[in-house]
């Protein structure tokens, strides 16, 4: 099948937000390099080391439109979004998350575009 641009679009933001959780995965394992990350905790380190896993495999799944990938997008969209909101409701600097934030709401809203709901076959 033939890639649109839009989901090679969405693949870059997909590795993009997989390095961005790769960089917070060792920003808990290693506390010096993070900026206010003070402790060490392999919990957090698992987390986003499993959430950048995710984003490399959801990246995979758009450069190969599969089309169980704009569900499984979405959905990982979404709970990033309400983490990362609690996450800021709960005292985290804006800062911490708000690039995430602002990368997630610009999938969601670029994956509802009638052009790469088309390349999945959702109409």
């Known amino acids: 099948m033939k890639r649109p641009i839009g989901v ?4 870059g933001i997909a590795i993009l937000l997989a390095i961005y959780n790769v960089f917070h995965a060792l920003q808990w394992l290693f506390p010096g ?6 402790t060490f905790s392999l ?3 698992l987390m986003y080391g499993l959430l950048a896993y995710i984003y490399f495999w959801l990246a ?3 450069w190969a439109v599969d089309e169980s990938a704009w ?9 990033n979004l309400i983490i ?4 800021v409701i709960g005292g985290t600097p804006w800062a ?3 690039p995430a934030i ?7 809203l670029y994956m509802m575009l009638p052009g790469v709901r088309h390349a999945f076959g959702r109409e």
């Open 60 to 62: 995979q799944m758009l």
């Open 84 to 87: 990362n909101f609690v996450s």
């Open 33 to 38: 390099l993070g900026i206010g990350v003070r």
């Open 71 to 79: 569900i499984f997008l979405a959905v990982i969209t979404i709970f």
């Open 102 to 108: 602002i990368l997630n709401a610009v999938v969601l």
């Open 8 to 11: 090679t679009i969405l693949a």
């Open 96 to 98: 911490w998350v708000g």
């Open 43 to 45: 919990w957090y380190a």
